[in-house]
C-alpha cells in the first residue's frame, strides 16, 4: 500500500470519528443548557414560594396582633367612650366594668393596673401588668342611650318632632 493510500484511510478514520465527537460534544452542550435553564427555572419557583411563605407569615402574624390587639369589652377591660384632644394632647374617656368613666392620659395608671401607653384619634393601646399591650374596644351605645323616633326610619338620638305649622306660616308658604 502506498503511503497515500494509507493516509486516505488514516483520514477515513479520524474525520468521521472528529465529526461523531463534535455532534456529541454538541449535543453535550445542548443537553447541559437545557438542564441548566430547568434548574434556574426550578430556582425561580422556589423563590417565588418562598416569598409567598413569608408573605403569608406576615398576614398571619398581622392577624394575629390585630387579635391579641382588640379585646372584646367584656373581659374586664375598660372600654373607649369618648376621645378628645389634637396631637400629644390627647384624652380618653374610659368606661371601667363597675360603670365609672375616668378620663386618661398617656402615662396614666388605671385602678385595675393598667398602663395608658397610647391615645391616637381611633383608639387607645394600655399596657397589662405583664407587660402586653392591647387596644381597647370602643364602647357602644346602650340601648336606652338611643332611641328612635318613629317619625324619622334612622336610627339615631331622639329629635323633637318638629311643631305644627301655623295658619301665618302656611299663608307665607303658598
Excluded: W
Excluded at 502506498?2 to 455532534?23: E, G, I, R
Excluded at 417565588?48 to 390585630?66: F, G, H, L, P, Y
Excluded at 346602650?142 to 318613629?150: E, H, I, K, L, W
Amino acid at each position: 500500500m502506498s503511503h497515500y493510500n494509507k493516509l486516505a484511510v488514516l483520514a477515513m478514520c479520524v474525520l468521521p470519528a472528529q465529526f461523531a465527537t463534535a455532534d456529541s460534544a454538541s449535543e453535550r452542550l445542548t443537553k447541559i443548557e437545557s438542564e441548566t435553564l430547568i434548574l434556574k427555572a426550578k430556582e425561580k419557583q422556589l423563590d417565588v414560594q418562598a416569598k409567598i411563605i413569608a408573605r403569608q407569615s406576615e398576614i398571619n402574624t398581622r392577624q394575629i396582633e390585630a387579635e391579641r390587639m382588640a379585646l372584646p369589652a367584656s373581659n374586664g377591660n375598660p372600654v373607649i367612650v369618648a376621645l378628645e384632644g389634637i396631637g400629644q394632647r390627647m384624652v380618653a374617656s374610659l368606661q371601667t366594668d363597675n360603670g365609672n368613666v375616668v378620663d386618661v392620659r398617656v402615662g396614666d395608671v388605671l385602678a385595675n393596673g393598667m398602663r395608658v401607653r397610647s391615645i391616637q384619634a381611633n383608639e387607645v393601646i394600655v399596657e397589662n401588668v405583664k407587660k402586653q399591650r392591647l387596644r381597647l374596644a370602643v364602647a357602644g351605645p346602650s340601648p336606652a342611650a338611643v332611641q328612635t323616633d318613629p317619625a324619622y326610619p334612622a336610627p339615631g338620638l331622639r329629635l323633637p318632632a318638629p311643631p305644627p305649622l301655623s295658619q301665618a306660616a302656611i299663608g307665607v308658604l303658598k
